[in-house]
C-alpha cells in the first residue's frame, strides 16, 4: 500500500498518461468527429483488466470500455499486437464506436496492463451515409460488425474497405494505435521508476482508493429505496424504463427490473452501457475529485433482465441505445435522487453521400442544481464532446451554418432555473441523406422540487416538424433545424 503522498504522484502520473493519450489521438485523427469534437476516449487498465485510471472524456464510451478490454483478456498477447473490436454483444457499444487495446509487456514479457482507446468514427459502412440509421432493425443494417481480432495493417486495410472514405478511416484507427502505443511506453516508464512489483502495487492502491472514497460517499446518503419512472420515445411508440436504487450502508443497488422489453428499433442497449450510464450517474452524487477507476464501481451493483431493452441480446440494433437510451439511464438514477434532468439526448444529426459522412451530437440545457442555475447550450450528461465549429464544419463539409444560437427560455423555471438549449440550423449545399435519432421531442425534461420542466425539442426540415426518429433526403438548398431541449428548473419558481 502506498503512502498518501505517493498514492497522489501515482494517481497524477496515470491521469496525465490518459490525457496524453487522448492529445496524440485528437491530433493525429483526420475526421473532423474525432479532431474537432473529441469523440474519443483513453483509459488504462492493469493485467486483469481493470481500469485504473481514465481521461475525462466521454462518460459512455470509459464507463462500458472496461468490457472491450475484458473480450480480449484471455487472448495470447505479445509485444506490439493490438486488438479492435465494435461488436456490442462482444465488448462494444455501437457500431460507430471502434476500440483499439493494446497489451502493455514489460521487457522480460510479463504482462503489465493494457491501453486502449475508443473512438466514434463517421462512417463504419451500413445502410446510410454516417451508420446511424433512425430506423435500423438489425446490427447488419447499422455497419461493420467486428468481433475481436488483431489490428495490424492488413486488418486495417480490409476494415476500412468496407467502410466510407476509407482513407479517414484509416487514418483514424492508425491514431487510434498511436494513442495505445504512447500510453503503453508511459506505463513502461512507470514500471522502470517502481519496478514491476511496484507498478502492480501503485494500480491496486489507486483502486482501493478510489472505492474507500466512493464508500464514503455512498455512507453520507441516507439509506433507503428510491423509485424513479420515465420513458424512451420510441419509433413505434413510448418505452418505460424504471429503476429501484437502494443504499445500504455504503453500497448502492440499481435495478431496473420491470423495464421495457427489447425494443424492435436500435434503442437497444448492451449490458455494459446501461452499466456506463449508472457509474456517470454515481459519479455525479459522489466526489469528483476521486479517481476516475473501477475502483470507484466496487461498491455499485447494477441489476438488469436479460433480453430486456437495457440487457439487449444480439443481433437487436443498438444505435440509439448507446447515445438516447444511457442518456436516459443517467437521467433515471439521478431523478431518483431529486435531481431535475437535463436535455436527455445527445441529438444526434447524421449527414452524407457517396463523398462525405458528417456526424454531430447537439448541446442543449442542463438541469438546474439544488444551489444553481443549469449551465446552458452545453454536453449534457453521456456526451462530453465538442461542437464541430462553424469554420471546420463549412469548410469540410457541403453545408452552410444559417443560425447557431442559445434557445433563450427554454431551460424550466425555478428557484434555480434549467439551462437553456440551442438552435443549430444547417443548410445543405448538395443532395444527401439525413437521419435524426433524438428524444424529448414528446415528453419534456422534468423539474425537481417543484421546478418547472424544461421546453421539449423540435426537429424541422424546410420548416416542416418531423418526428424525434426521422430519415429521408435533403435536397440542395433545404434546411434542417434542431431546436434542442432545455433543462428542468429546481424549487418552485419565486
Not at 463504419?124 to 433512425?134: C, K, T
Not at 456526424?359 to 464541430?388: F, I, K, R, W
Not at 426540415?461 to 430519415?471: L, Q
Request: net charge negative; aromatic share 4%; hydrophobic share 40%.
Amino acid at each position: 500500500m502506498l503512502d498518501p503522498i505517493a498514492l497522489q504522484v501515482a494517481t497524477g502520473a496515470l491521469r496525465a498518461a490518459c490525457e496524453e493519450m487522448g492529445a496524440v489521438l485528437i491530433r493525429s485523427a483526420h475526421s473532423a468527429n474525432i479532431k474537432e469534437r473529441r469523440d474519443c476516449s483513453t483509459a488504462l487498465f492493469d493485467a486483469h483488466g481493470e481500469m485504473v485510471m481514465q481521461a475525462e472524456h466521454i462518460p459512455v464510451h470509459l464507463g462500458a470500455m472496461p468490457a472491450s478490454v475484458a473480450a480480449v483478456l484471455d487472448r495470447d498477447h505479445s509485444g506490439g499486437v493490438s486488438w479492435v473490436l465494435n461488436d456490442p454483444y462482444q465488448g462494444g457499444t455501437h457500431l460507430p464506436d471502434i476500440t483499439a487495446v493494446t497489451p502493455v509487456l514489460a521487457e522480460g514479457g510479463a504482462l503489465l496492463g493494457f491501453s486502449a482507446s475508443r473512438a466514434h468514427h463517421a462512417d463504419v459502412g451500413g445502410r446510410v451515409p454516417g451508420s446511424m440509421p433512425f430506423d435500423s432493425r438489425t446490427l447488419d443494417e447499422e455497419g461493420v460488425v467486428i468481433a475481436p481480432r488483431v489490428l495490424d495493417d492488413a486488418a486495417i486495410d480490409e476494415l476500412s474497405s468496407l467502410m466510407r472514405q476509407p482513407a479517414e478511416r484509416r487514418a483514424d484507427l492508425r491514431a487510434q494505435l498511436a494513442a495505445n502505443r504512447l500510453g503503453a511506453r508511459r506505463v513502461r516508464e512507470l514500471a522502470e521508476r517502481l519496478g514491476e512489483d511496484g507498478l502492480r502495487d501503485a494500480f491496486a492502491s489507486v483502486l482501493d482508493y478510489a472505492e474507500r472514497r466512493t464508500r464514503a460517499c455512498l455512507e453520507a446518503l441516507e439509506d433507503g429505496t428510491r423509485h424513479a419512472v420515465d420513458v424512451l420515445e420510441g419509433v413505434d411508440g413510448d418505452l418505460e424504463l424504471r429503476v429501484a436504487a437502494t443504499v445500504k450502508g455504503d453500497m448502492l443497488v440499481l435495478d431496473f427490473r420491470g423495464s421495457a422489453a427489447q425494443d424492435p428499433g436500435n434503442l437497444n442497449c448492451p449490458v455494459a452501457v446501461t452499466r456506463s450510464a449508472c457509474l456517470f450517474a454515481v459519479r455525479v452524487l459522489t466526489d469528483a475529485d476521486i479517481p476516475p477507476s473501477a475502483g470507484a464501481h466496487r461498491p455499485v451493483e447494477v441489476i438488469t433482465e436479460a433480453g430486456s431493452l437495457l440487457d439487449a441480446a444480439a443481433p437487436a440494433a443498438v444505435a440509439g441505445g448507446n447515445v438516447e437510451t444511457s442518456s436516459r439511464v443517467a437521467d433515471l438514477v439521478l431523478r431518483a435522487f431529486g435531481r431535475a434532468c437535463g436535455q436527455g439526448t445527445m441529438n444526434n444529426v447524421t449527414l452524407g453521400n457517396d463523398d462525405f459522412s458528417y456526424y454531430e451530437t447537439l448541446g442543449g440545457g442542463q438541469g438546474a442544481c439544488p444551489d444553481a442555475d443549469g449551465p446552458s447550450a452545453v454536453h449534457v450528461a453521456m456526451s462530453n464532446t465538442l461542437n464541430t465549429p462553424v469554420e471546420a464544419l463549412e469548410l469540410e463539409f457541403p453545408l452552410r451554418v444559417v443560425e447557431y444560437s442559445v434557445r433563450r427560455g427554454s431551460g424550466g423555471a425555478g428557484t434555480f432555473h434549467g439551462g437553456d438549449g440551442i438552435v443549430r440550423e444547417l443548410e445543405a449545399l448538395t443532395d444527401m441523406s439525413f437521419s435524426l435519432i433524438t428524444e424529448r421531442r414528446r415528453h419534456a425534461p422534468p423539474g425537481a422540487e417543484g421546478g418547472a420542466d424544461g421546453a421539449v425539442g423540435r426537429n424541422l426540415v424546410d420548416g416542416v416538424e418531423v418526428a424525434s426518429k426521422a430519415g429521408g433526403t435533403l435536397r440542395a438548398g433545404s434546411r434542417l433545424r434542431l431546436e434542442t431541449p432545455g433543462g428542468g428548473g429546481h424549487g418552485a419558481p419565486s
